[in-house]
């Protein structure tokens, strides 16, 4: 069977959020069929990293974002555009994608997020992967940010397409029941979900050390992507919030923030006594395992964080927002421990705090079995692959 798989971004290497989970798709489709990848290259390192797939794609294209793609994107904005949607328009990867569909017939596609999904030839049947309902974090930015009316209007364009392509596409889906549902209450078609999953071989108790740099101190850790506005509420919220109290009663107690582009208002946080901001670093395992726990008050949070599955994994606990733990649904991890409010961080955070942890030998089960990537690959093969069946008997019916 031959896919065309459409993505934003080069789902290479598998170290971010966007990244893994396509990483993981490609990989579950090209073990059966072959495998054609399109897709946005940030910079000129996406573009090295995007000739590293062709071990599973037989072919590759990167298109490359260019410098005043943002410029363009805004006054398409202006004109009445989504500008999420307008930061992906490209004339070239449309007229690649003309040209390989004229010299090869595909079976099915696959858009991984709503923007490529203009892309998708004409009568091809193909599964949308939204990951999550975007214009919801729009809409929740509206709330929060300055101007609020500007974010709202792009909450509204931006669902409307949502909306649209779902509709268009044989099958939508998502990576929580939740994210489902909530596609479901403003559109029609197939929606389904497919959760996240982790590389455990990776992300294992036992597949890292601490080093001697890190051993014996007291430090809570938050990890992410560091010019992201919910990552950068959610540190700006803890480190005046909550962090000065545990101070009070931690005199030693340290606040480590992991994560590249660290913004201004970050940097700044390491100003403050006990608070380090690092940076982007080679591995952000030994920071996740040499700590009392990590802590994610996202106040903003649409899918499965993978930050948390990894902590999760590796048998550290997480201290997360109610908003981080809905995402998981009524099944909420053991060792996800729920935070609606600042009293409930003063008063969990300090068992973790005041003894050493006893770290496991091996992933706790739980997360084992609902987060492997190997069952919840299967289950996006098998979706995929049914799509491409039930076009295929279609063409045959008299």
């Given at each position: 069977m031959n896919v065309l798989y459409l993505s934003h971004c080069v789902p290479y290497p598998p170290n971010k959020g966007e990244k893994i989970r396509a990483y993981h798709q490609l990989r579950a489709l090209a073990e059966?069929?072959?495998?054609?990848?399109?897709?946005?290259?940030?910079?000129?390192?996406?573009?090295?990293?995007?000739?590293?797939?062709?071990?599973?794609?037989?072919?590759?294209?990167?298109?490359?974002?260019?410098?005043?793609?943002?410029?363009?994107?805004?006054?398409?904005?202006?004109?009445?555009?989504?500008?999420?949607?307008?930061?992906?328009?490209?004339?070239?990867?449309?007229?690649?994608?003309?040209?390989?569909?004229?010299?090869?017939?595909?079976?099915?596609?696959?858009?991984?997020?709503?923007?490529?999904?203009?892309?998708?030839?004409?009568?091809?049947?193909?599964?949308?992967?939204?990951?999550?309902?975007?214009?919801?974090?729009?809409?929740?930015?509206?709330?929060?940010?300055?101007?609020?009316?500007?974010?709202?209007?792009?909450?509204?364009?931006?669902?409307?397409?949502?909306?649209?392509?779902?509709?268009?596409?044989?099958?939508?889906?998502?990576?929580?029941?939740?994210?489902?549902?909530?596609?479901?209450?403003?559109?029609?078609?197939?929606?389904?979900?497919?959760?996240?999953?982790?590389?455990?071989?990776?992300?294992?108790?036992?597949a890292v050390k601490v080093p001697p740099e890190l051993q014996g101190r007291r430090y809570l850790v938050f990890v992410g992507t560091m010019d992201y506005y919910p990552n950068i509420d959610a540190v700006l919220w803890f480190a005046k919030a909550i962090f000065p109290e545990l101070k009070n009663r931690f005199p030693d107690v340290e606040f480590l923030i992991v994560g590249h582009r660290p913004t201004r208002e970050v940097s700044n946080l390491a100003q403050l006594p006990g608070i380090t901001v690092t940076g982007g670093v080679p591995d952000i395992r030994p920071y996740i395992l040499g700590s009392r726990a990590m802590v994610a008050p996202l106040r903003i949070a649409r899918g499965i964080q993978n930050k948390v599955l990894e902590a999760l994994a590796l048998g550290v606990r997480v201290f997360g927002s109610a908003e981080v733990c809905i995402t998981f649904g009524e099944k909420v991890p053991a060792d996800l421990i729920r935070c609606i409010s600042e009293r409930d961080y003063l008063t969990n955070l300090p068992s973790a705090l005041e003894r050493e942890p006893a770290r496991a030998q091996s992933v706790p089960d739980e997360i084992y079995q609902r987060f492997n990537w190997e069952n919840n690959g299967a289950q996006f093969l098998s979706m995929v692959e049914e799509v491409a069946g039930s076009h295929r008997a279609q063409a045959v019916l008299p």
């Open positions: 059966k069929h072959s495998l054609h990848l399109a897709c946005f290259a940030r910079n000129e390192e996406d573009l090295k990293f995007a000739e590293q797939l062709r071990s599973y794609c037989d072919s590759v294209y990167a298109e490359p974002v260019g410098s005043l793609a943002m410029a363009s994107a805004l006054l398409r904005f202006l004109a009445g555009s989504s500008i999420n949607m307008a930061l992906f328009e490209s004339r070239s990867l449309r007229k690649y994608i003309a040209a390989l569909s004229k010299k090869m017939h595909f079976d099915v596609a696959v858009a991984y997020t709503v923007p490529v999904a203009t892309y998708m030839p004409r009568d091809l049947p193909f599964v949308l992967d939204l990951v999550d309902v975007d214009s919801e974090k729009w809409f929740q930015y509206a709330k929060m940010r300055t101007p609020g009316s500007l974010y709202r209007i792009e909450a509204e364009r931006l669902r409307a397409m949502e909306g649209r392509y779902s509709r268009a596409a044989s099958s939508a889906i998502l990576t929580t029941y939740n994210e489902a549902a909530l596609l479901r209450s403003f559109t029609s078609g197939r929606i389904g979900y497919v959760e996240n999953g982790v590389n455990f071989e990776v992300f294992h108790p036992t």
